[in-house]
């Protein structure tokens, strides 16, 4: 909180109804009551030690309604909120022909009078001098009706409060019997011109506004307490406090007092600490934040001693030259994702486990086998995204199932035989002695080209992606 503004109390407009012939409704807005400021923290050798020291409150404690006895009701806004929204909020009295001013404003300040007015003006003020000249004749009643305009009415102002009175105790806690029963020390004053009784007074102080008076004194006498008086007169308050208040107090303590100790440590002991943990438990521990993630994936030396207890890293240049080519290809790439790429290391590591896992260490490996093109011979066979592709002389191409060995698609149109295959996602490309190149749609199963040129068998065949050279930026570079 800014300790250069003060909280303050605003009070609900009173309303007083009061009846004789008529019903005459008033209503009074009352000016915002200062509240003593809160001494200026002081600044502690370790700021360290104070995490909350300049925390911000709570929205739902920077402005808060009281209820005080009678039904009076106030808005409390502490310091925090600023004073000019305050004064915006605030509704302007006004009436017909009046507006209650603020105390800087003057009457006058940017008033511009017509040329109408000011003529009427000068036209009352020669009629009445020349009123004043005839001495000795009676006045008309006529004279009465020409009254001077009155004055306009003022906003009723709260007085300050002060801290020393009858209903404040001397100590900062405040008692429940030492102190007599408060005195009202608001003046109530009606709007001039209408004729009602003595109104209430605004509010009767009780134990809130008791506290929040002697908050200051309360704050200085617990800054000088020692830290274990401290710490069982907060203990005290938590064990009376509802359980609102105690998730008002979690949900601010738990941010401050919450430390991602692998964000705050060197990245020395990050990788120390992690290169205890085995590949599982590194995973789970990749998914609990994005920071952590970050940490995990970019760390070369955990990787690299991580390959070398699992006696996966070959040493020599194989992991170099791996490392170097993800680089380079990474430099013709756009980045399309927030979070920064893994080390190339850890590509590495995870390609080499896997095959491992699934080729020597793999506790029930299982043998599928089927029968495909009868007694053919099959001159080519590729696996490509869950499809096992095979080739053979008897002019046929098959689609089958890896995990069931299920014939899925038969393609049939080359006029020889098949000894070259190549594929990218759903499109596969076939080459034949029948000097033709063949491409297909595997969702399909439909030949959608046919490429004629060759004058001999196509025996190999590469499908050549496009590839970014260049980018250019912004200003040509």
């Known amino acids: 909180m800014n300790h250069q503004q003060r909280p303050s109390l605003v009070l609900a407009p009173s309303v007083n109804t009061t009846t004789v012939v008529t019903t005459t409704t008033t209503t009074t807005t009352y000016a915002p009551i200062p509240l003593p400021a809160l001494p200026p923290p002081a600044e502690p050798k370790n700021p360290k030690d104070y995490p909350l020291l300049h925390a911000n409150l709570p929205p739902s404690l920077r402005k808060f309604t009281l209820v005080f006895p009678g039904g009076s009701r106030a808005t409390f806004h502490d310091g925090e909120d ?33 040329l109408a007015e000011a003529v009427e003006r000068f036209g009352r003020k020669r009629s009445h001098a020349a009123d004043n000249m005839m ?24 007085p300050p409060i002060s801290t020393i009175n009858a209903a404040a105790p001397p100590s900062p806690l405040p008692s429940p019997h030492g102190s007599p029963p408060p005195q009202p020390v608001w003046p109530s004053t009606p709007p001039s011109g209408v004729s009602s009784p003595q109104s209430q007074p605004p509010l009767q102080p009780d134990l ?12 200085s006498h617990f800054a000088n307490l020692p830290q274990p008086l401290q710490a069982h007169f907060l203990l005290t308050l938590i064990r009376h406090s509802p359980l609102p208040v105690l998730r008002v107090l979690h949900s601010v303590l738990t941010p401050t007092l919450a430390r991602d100790f692998l964000t705050l440590l060197p990245p020395e002991l990050v990788s120390h600490v992690l290169s205890y943990l085995p590949y599982s438990t590194l995973t789970r521990a990749s998914r609990v934040s994005r920071a952590w993630r970050a940490i995990i994936d970019s760390d070369p030396v955990l990787w690299r001693d991580l390959m070398k207890n699992t006696k996966i890293w070959f040493g020599g240049d194989s992991e170099q030259a791996f490392a170097r080519s993800v680089y380079s290809r990474r430099k013709l790439e756009i980045p399309k994702v927030a979070l920064p ?34 007694t053919s011979v099959v001159t080519c066979l590729i696996l490509s995204h869950e499809r096992i592709i095979s080739a053979s002389d008897d002019h046929s191409i098959h689609v089958y199932s890896p995990a ?15 000894w070259a295959l190549a594929a990218s996602r759903d499109i596969l490309v076939s080459g034949s002695t029948d000097r033709t190149v063949r491409i297909w749609n595997l969702n399909t199963g439909r030949c ?11 025996r190999c065949l590469a499908i050549v992606r496009p590839e970014v050279i260049d980018v250019e930026g912004e200003g040509g570079v």
């Open 82 to 114: 600023g004073e000019e929204e305050m004064q915006e909020e605030e509704p302007v009295a006004s009436g017909v022909g009046w507006k209650m001013l603020k105390q800087d404003e003057s009457a006058e300040a940017g008033r511009v009078v017509g």
């Open 135 to 158: 001495e000795g004749v009676e006045l008309t009643s006529e004279r009465d009706t020409h009254t001077p305009p009155r004055k306009k009415a003022r906003a009723t102002h709260v």
């Open 208 to 219: 809130s506004l008791t506290t929040l008076l002697t908050l200051p004194s309360l704050l």
């Open 341 to 374: 790429l893994p080390h190339p290391y850890k590509l590495l590591f995870k390609s080499r486990h896997l095959t491992r896992k699934r080729w020597v260490t793999h506790e029930n490996p299982k043998h599928l086998s089927f029968p495909a093109h009868g």
């Open 404 to 418: 069931t060995g299920e014939l899925l698609q038969s393609l049939d149109g080359h006029e020889g035989g098949v």
């Open 448 to 458: 959608t080209h046919v490429f004629a040129g060759h004058t001999s068998t196509v």
